[in-house]
């Protein structure tokens, strides 16, 4: 069903601009995805901004065509909030933008004040399945649904949205995250560049590393996956001896969770098992030396993106039976033993990912290989990074009566 325009909303200009606005562009999906789709309106002839802190990515904006305006998106005090949101309808009116599209919540509360000042259309993309145990944190939260069309990343997502503020199907647009399986391929990873992080993590060339790709915070999981190691080497030495487990990812700032995990590494005698290896920046290379990944996330993950990711470098995956996951990963006792990319196990259930782990341990080159195709062709036909992208400008379009998305298609048809 064709969304219509709201009324205070004007059509395009000649050339859509843009304005993308996150706190900040260091780690993560929504990040990543902030990149991309800067790329992708350039690509289909349009003009793309983005407001942000800065961080590791965000050199990456203008390398894609982007322009980067340095502003204190992160903040969430409501005085700076207020001060955000002039200072952005003042963006919004000198440099013509046609569009404003917030990723997270502070800065979209200042993004929506501004658009409707300024009569541009909003968009939101709601990214996480946000705790709401209080009734003034469902109201900071809710300003994602306030788009005039609300992108959610997944069936899970626009479930929870729907259900927590009663946002209407018909403004609800799901848009699954991509990967770009041009950059995700493990034909194009030199054997070098994949032994240089085992090297760099202390690993020896014939383990079976098994890779947990997740910021370190509590619910991403963490403490089961050691959990799972000290039980696969107490119920499986051998399968045990043959593994290497990697947990990848950033603390920011949470010194005292990593210190936590290094402690109960050694508590469960897995010091030389268990590898904390903090930021990786080749997670290509890193899945591609990869024998299996894991999620193991004890809350609901609206997309998550290390499934995906995983899965194209044809590394089967592991995840947790909770939020968009499901979506994403196909099991035998769901889509067949002919279909399978990987398992499902229940939320913080240690016993069960081991069982998992030990699994996929025990396949043989041929099997994992066969699972690992499957899995990389599960992911391109239906979570691209070209999908993802037609799919947010079709969102643009139909608010900016603009034809993005097919001039993206254009510009990057594979002849």
Not at 97 to 102: K, M, N
Not at 325 to 342: C, D, F, H, I, S
Not at 362 to 379: F, S
Request: hydrophobic residues 45%; proline residues 5%.
């Amino acid at each position: 069903m064709a969304h219509e325009r709201p009324a205070s909303v004007r059509p395009a200009s000649k050339r859509p601009t843009i304005l993308q606005i996150i706190p900040e562009l260091d780690t993560g999906g929504a990040e990543r995805t902030t990149v991309e789709i800067a790329e992708a309106i350039v690509k289909a002839g349009g003009r793309a901004i983005v407001l942000t802190e800065g961080g590791r990515m965000a050199a990456d904006v203008t390398r894609v065509g982007g322009e980067l305006v340095v502003f204190p998106a992160a903040a969430k005090n409501p005085l700076r909030l207020w001060a955000n949101a002039r200072a952005i309808a003042g963006i919004v009116l000198r440099e013509g933008v046609d569009l404003v599209h917030a990723r997270s919540r502070a800065p979209a509360w200042s993004a929506l004040a501004a658009a409707r000042r300024t009569g541009r259309a909003f968009v939101t993309t709601y990214h996480g399945a946000y705790s709401e145990k209080l009734a003034i944190k469902k109201l900071y939260n809710s300003v994602m649904a306030r788009g005039d069309l609300v992108i959610a990343n997944s069936n899970y997502t626009a479930d929870l949205v729907h259900g927590r503020y009663g946002t209407p199907r018909e403004r609800l647009r799901v848009v699954h995250r991509g990967v770009d399986a041009s950059v995700f391929d493990p034909a194009a990873i030199p054997e070098e560049r994949a032994a240089s992080l085992r090297t760099a993590w202390g690993i020896a060339p014939g383990k079976r590393i098994v890779l947990h790709a997740a910021r370190l915070t509590g619910w991403k999981g963490q403490r089961v996956v050691i959990e799972a190691a000290r039980l696969l080497a107490r119920d499986n030495a051998t399968l045990a001896r043959e593994a290497a487990f990697v947990l990848a990812g950033d603390a920011q700032g949470r010194d005292e969770y990593r210190a936590g995990l290094a402690a109960a590494i050694e508590e469960a005698g897995l010091a030389g098992s268990v590898h904390l290896v903090g930021h990786v920046s080749d997670i290509p290379a890193a899945f591609a030396t990869a024998w299996i990944g894991v999620v193991a996330s004890t809350e609901p993950e609206a997309f998550g993106r290390a499934a995906t990711e995983s899965q194209v470098m044809g590394c089967p995956v592991i995840a947790t039976d909770i939020g968009a996951p499901p979506e994403t990963v196909l099991t035998a006792e769901r889509a067949g033993a002919g279909a399978m990319t990987g398992w499902l196990v229940p939320p913080g259930d240690p016993a069960a990912l081991a069982r998992a782990i030990a699994a996929g341990l025990a396949l043989d080159d041929t099997a994992r290989a066969e699972i690992g195709g499957r899995a990389r062709r599960h992911v391109i036909e239906r979570f691209s990074l070209r999908q993802m992208c037609e799919r947010t400008l079709t969102v643009y379009d139909e608010l900016l009566e603009t034809e993005l998305a097919a001039a993206y298609s254009a510009a990057t048809r594979v002849s």
